[in-house]
């Protein structure tokens, strides 16, 4: 695959806008990760209710995100993206001028999960222009959105320190409107875009298994992207005990991998298929949060946390590499539905971590769970592809890359035995 043929497949403004806009979304989204210590120490809370405060938007944006992806369906992306874009600077507006105890977090963390199911619009406005072989860069590339990470877990603590958190929401204000004027100006719904579907079709999505699985597998690697995000300058600033900026700097250290890795992940799914890259993604994490469950030195912990973020990112990019192959006319909603998914493995992650660090004072026996985790994935999706073989169409097969582990292993006892 040529660069220069990519350009040419599909619409590049519409891919900036879709970026653009996941982008900004993700800043505002993640906000309350960033700014939580602040928060913290203003309200006196415990690292069960820190960790449930930057989870809650995590959360809500599981349940935005299908409601979003059906709005898109509904009145196209574009329009879908101005409503949302919109609705985001709402939270922001609660953050500056009222939030003075949990309760208002609480409501404000509900809405920010509006930001967080862009998601459900940006993927399927921008890859709606491309043919499948170019599916995993333009998702990849939408995708990459998830930098916006970096702009909260960098700026967000320097403002909060010189003008004070209340003041962060409103600064974070003026890229969100900024982004909304562009997103009017650049986006196009494709013509190609497909048909509105029913809601009879969107239950018949949830009935097939592969749905199911392509939501446990996103859970994972979005949902550790997003939920290590939200809570590593907590993690920075409560186990190793560095200031809040600090701790800011080191999150933007790790998150940076997993931020600019989507879209090369996508690319090379492309390339050698999903699913091969995805089953060697999970298995690296796990092995890496292992490492990072006994609590290192500071440099080597953050070394892990980079290259687990990294594959974690590039596992985004591979997992909707995989999507358009096995529900190629039901992107839009599969999108929402995986992506929802991912949400609620964010939610998980910091909530359990919070709970660990009540019970037991550091967050290690928690990390070390969420690996185990990871590896349960990667045998699961060793099984399912024997099956996937069988069911998917061929074309698919070989696009995502799939293949069955008996036959591999066979193939390796035999070249075994020739040699000898």
């Not at 309760?103 to 199911?117: K, Q, S």
């Not at 702009?151 to 967000?156: D, K, Q």
């Not at 949830?206 to 939200?230: I, M, N």
């Not at 097969?397 to 006892?413: K, M, S």
Request: proline content about 5%; aromatic content about 14%; some cysteine.
């Amino acid at each position: 695959m040529k660069l220069s043929e990519f350009r040419h497949a599909g619409n590049s403004p519409t891919l900036l806008a879709a970026f653009l806009y996941f982008d900004v979304s993700f800043m505002a989204w993640v906000l309350l990760g960033p700014l939580a210590p602040f928060i913290s120490e203003t309200m006196k809370l415990s690292p069960t209710q820190k960790g449930f405060m930057v989870a809650l938007p995590l959360l809500a944006g599981s349940f935005f995100r299908p409601l979003l992806g059906i709005l898109g369906d509904r009145i196209g992306g574009r329009r879908a993206g101005l409503v949302g874009l919109t609705l985001t600077l709402l939270p922001l507006v609660i953050g500056w001028k009222f939030a003075s105890s949990l309760h208002y977090f609480y409501a404000l963390g509900l809405l920010l999960g509006i930001a967080g199911a862009s998601f459900a619009v940006a993927l399927p406005l921008a890859g709606a222009w491309y043919p499948p072989e170019y599916q995993g860069l333009a998702m990849g590339i939408a995708g990459a959105g998830n930098s916006g990470t970096l702009m909260a877990t960098f700026f967000a603590p320097r403002l909060a320190q010189h003008f004070g958190w209340h003041s962060t929401f409103a600064l974070a204000m003026i890229p969100v409107f900024s982004v909304l004027l562009l997103y009017g100006l650049l986006a196009k719904d494709s013509p190609k875009r497909p048909k509105v579907v029913a809601f009879r079709d969107y239950a018949s999505l949830l009935k097939e298994p592969d749905t199911g699985w392509f939501c446990f597998l996103y859970s994972l690697t979005f949902g550790g992207f997003v939920g290590f995000a939200s809570f590593l300058t907590l993690f920075f600033h409560d186990q190793y005990h560095l200031s809040k900026v600090r701790a800011g700097d080191f999150t933007t250290l790790v998150v940076i991998a997993g931020s600019l890795l989507r879209p090369v992940g996508g690319w090379i799914a492309d390339r050698i298929g999903g699913y091969r890259l995805l089953l060697m993604l999970l298995t690296g994490i796990a092995f890496c949060l292992a490492g990072v469950s006994m609590l290192p030195a500071l440099g080597v912990v953050a070394a892990l946390l980079f290259a687990a973020m990294g594959m974690l990112g590039m596992g985004n990019g591979a997992v909707f590499q995989l999507v358009p192959q096995r529900f190629s006319k039901s992107v839009g909603i599969m999108t929402g539905l995986v992506g929802a998914a991912g949400g609620l493995g964010g939610f998980v992650l910091p909530s359990v971590l919070g709970v660990v660090k009540d019970r037991t004072g550091q967050y290690g026996s928690g990390i070390l769970l969420f690996a185990t985790v990871f590896a349960v994935g990667a045998f699961v999706l060793l099984q399912l592809g024997s099956s996937w073989r069988e069911k998917w169409e061929a074309d698919s097969v070989e696009r995502a890359g799939i293949f069955c582990y008996r036959d591999f292993i066979h193939g390796v006892t035999e070249g075994n035995e020739e040699t000898t």
